[in-house]
């Protein structure tokens, strides 16, 4: 059984840093893609990172250069570095995992899903 368990939200103020992590078990995430996505208030999911089970990331338009994603191949977990925070930024961060190696964009080639955390940006 594959299990996904997010952490690391909170409140932070704009400009400021958060770091969110991925436990994964049941699947290695070296092994597989993986994908971060965040759903803001009255709004859809939306894709913000993923990596291939080779290194190679893709990111967003709107956060390319703040947020960096990365992993620890022994802790099997899976990062999330969010520098530059913008109220914009406001959302349910979800972490999502294949059961391919290529990392893509949409939410609906994803198969296994966090219970997400909570992340927010004040003005």
Partial sequence: QVQLV???????QAGGSLRLSCAASGRT????????FRQ?????REFVASMSAVGGTTYAAAVKGRLTMSRDNAKN???LQMNDLKPEDTAVYYCAARNLRVG???????????QGT???VSS
């Fill in 6 to 12: 997010e952490s690391g939200g909170g409140l932070v």
């Fill in 29 to 36: 995430v070296s092994n597989v893609a993986m994908g971060w």
């Fill in 40 to 44: 803001a208030p009255g709004k859809g």
């Fill in 77 to 79: 977990i899976v990062y």
């Fill in 104 to 114: 893509t964009t949409r939410e609906d080639t994803y198969d296994y899903w966090g």
């Fill in 118 to 120: 909570q992340v927010t």
